[in-house]
């Protein structure tokens, strides 16, 4: 199968097409627009691969999307092109209205075209996967204290607290979250009105190499290691539910490759941490790894919260480990020492990325 993938040059796309090329004998075109978040560095151990292509080229044109779906005929359309950033949907909504509504639009309808020209086999065949977010689903709120239990839904000791399932209503808080909802509402119409095969995944925080080092986790490891404040939004006690982004693209492909049309499955790594648990983890395993003479622990900023913050979201991850048989392989503590350790040994990817392309001209942090 030949698979294209927008956005492949960002953090989960590049880890898409690391998985296809690596694990597959799939063919990958990766159209991307190369914004601030889009690098090809990410894909420099895949890219000489005869079975991987490159496009630059923004969702938005749509007279660019047909020629490459008319040049390159895939057989399934994976959409992760989209601004991803709250703090920059805060700042500017302007191009998270453009890329993640009217990009996905435009996409939407190149690949009604291009699918209703396909013949019988092939037209049965295609899929359009779109990739979403748990952040449409809004706020679980706040969790009655003391925390306790484990897994998922036991965080409250004996008491069952509210998970997203598929069947949550959306109810998205941030310019960012609203977009995506819109492109999700776009994503299940065509689907529902056209027959186009679409495929919906709602996923939570992921974290793992090549991550942009505006994003929390990448931020906190860099920021420590040069001495600088470590940022907290708030208290800290905002809870997010993380994903390794590994474990998150074979979801992807299986959900693209085994997935039934019209179902939405929602991608979670059953690993809920507060934002200052996350970062006092950072802080300790560089310790470990980097010692510094007092802790990493007395670098933690408590800076103005952002604006609209939800409090908690947290995944159900049943339906496609029911039906997929998919499962994350790491858990938080596996997944963040890898990270660390990624990180540690790819400074020079992260000064690269920086070097002109991100200002850092605030300590707002997104998780
Ligand atoms: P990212 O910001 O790292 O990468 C986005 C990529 O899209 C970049 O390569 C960028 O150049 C490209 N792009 C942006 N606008 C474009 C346009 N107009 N045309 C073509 N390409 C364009 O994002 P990410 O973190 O890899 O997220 C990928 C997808 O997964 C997004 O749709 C996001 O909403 C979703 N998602 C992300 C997370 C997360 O934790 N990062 C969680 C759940 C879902």
């Excluded at 030949?2 to 898409?16: E, M, N, Y």
């Excluded at 095969?197 to 996923?203: G, K, S």
């Excluded at 952002?306 to 339906?319: E, F, L, Q, S, T």
């Amino acid at each position: 199968m030949k698979l294209l993938i927008t956005g492949g040059a960002g953090f989960i796309g590049s880890a898409v097409i690391r998985h296809i090329i690596t694990n597959t004998k799939d063919k990958v075109v990766n159209l991307d627009k190369l914004t601030y978040a889009g690098n090809l560095e990410s894909l420099s151990e895949v890219s000489d691969s005869g079975r991987y292509a490159f496009e630059k080229v923004d969702i938005c044109n749509r007279a660019e999307v047909d020629r490459v779906l008319a040049q390159h005929q895939p057989g399934a359309i994976m959409h992760l092109a989209a601004e991803s950033h709250v703090d920059r949907s805060i700042d500017g909504p302007a191009a998270f209205i453009e890329t993640n509504i009217v990009g996905t639009y435009t996409l939407l309808e190149a690949a009604r075209h291009y699918w209703q020209g396909l013949h019988e086999q092939r037209r049965t065949n295609f899929r359009f996967h779109h990739i979403s977010t748990d952040e449409v689903y809004g706020d679980l709120g706040e969790l009655p204290s003391p925390l306790g239990g484990e897994g998922p839904g036991e965080r409250g000791g004996d008491q069952e607290l509210p998970l997203f399932t598929e069947q949550t209503p959306y109810a998205p808080s941030s310019p960012y979250s609203a977009s995506k909802a819109s492109s999700d509402h776009l994503a299940r119409a065509w689907q529902r009105t056209y027959g186009l095969p679409v495929l919906i995944t709602n996923c939570s925080n992921n974290y793992g190499p090549y991550h942009f080092p505006e994003k929390l986790i990448p931020l906190v490891i860099l920021n420590a290691l040069e001495n600088k404040p470590l940022p907290v939004y708030g208290k800290g006690d905002q809870i997010r539910d993380w994903l390794y982004v590994e474990d998150h693209a074979r979801a992807l492909y299986k959900v693209v490759t085994e997935g039934k049309p019209g179902e939405t499955y929602n991608i979670g790594g059953h690993n809920e941490k507060q934002n200052i648990e996350v970062v006092q983890t950072i802080c300790d395993i560089l310790q470990e790894l980097r010692p510094r003479q007092n802790s990493y622990r007395e670098l933690i900023t408590h800076v103005q919260d952002r604006p609209g913050h939800d409090m908690r979201y947290a995944i159900d991850a049943r339906k496609i480990q029911r039906e997929l048989s998919w499962s994350p392989n790491e858990t938080f503590e596996t997944g963040i020492r890898k990270t660390i350790e990624w990180y540690l040994e790819n400074l020079d990817w992260c000064k690269r990325v920086q070097d002109g392309r991100y200002q850092r001209d605030r300590l707002g942090v997104t998780a």
